[in-house]
């Protein structure tokens, strides 16, 4: 089912800021960047091992990401998952009475299909299903 931890989604106030934080103290390179505008967000990828960190930035008022640093201040936001196929995965979980937040895959960063567990089914996480090619 789930095949390996595909990234780690972390909310920052300001992404150079965090990227330059993961570059200069902990030697991470960046590998790109990418603006998702459906969902108020900027997000920088940082590969270490085989995963990586996704930082967030939001970059509207009511985004997601901005609702969650109103709450909680900056940290880490989710945890993905990378599964072979997100369509019969998320079947899965409704059969198991597991709460989604999307019911159905959507596209966020990289063109993956992603599809997100509402924290309240998964012990307080906020748990990403990500299928990628
Ligand atoms: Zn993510």
Do not use: W
Not at 101 to 107: A, L, S, W
Request: hydrophobic share 40%; glycine share 8%.
């Amino acid at each position: 089912m789930a095949k390996k931890i595909d990234h780690i989604g972390i909310a920052v106030e300001n992404l150079q800021d965090a990227v330059s934080f993961y570059e200069n103290i902990l030697g991470l390179a960046l590998h790109g960047t990418e603006s998702i505008d459906e969902q108020g967000v900027k997000v920088a990828f940082l590969p270490i091992g085989d995963t990586e960190l996704e930082l967030l930035e939001s970059t509207a008022s009511d985004s997601p990401i901005a609702e969650f640093i109103n709450l909680k201040g900056q940290g880490i936001h989710h945890i993905a998952f990378k599964v072979d196929c997100i369509e019969k995965t998320i079947e899965l979980m409704k059969k198991m009475n597991i709460r989604l937040i999307d019911e159905k895959p959507r596209y966020g960063a990289g063109g993956a299909k992603i599809a997100f567990l509402h924290p309240k089914s998964t012990k307080g996480v906020l748990i990403e299903l990500s299928e990628r090619k």
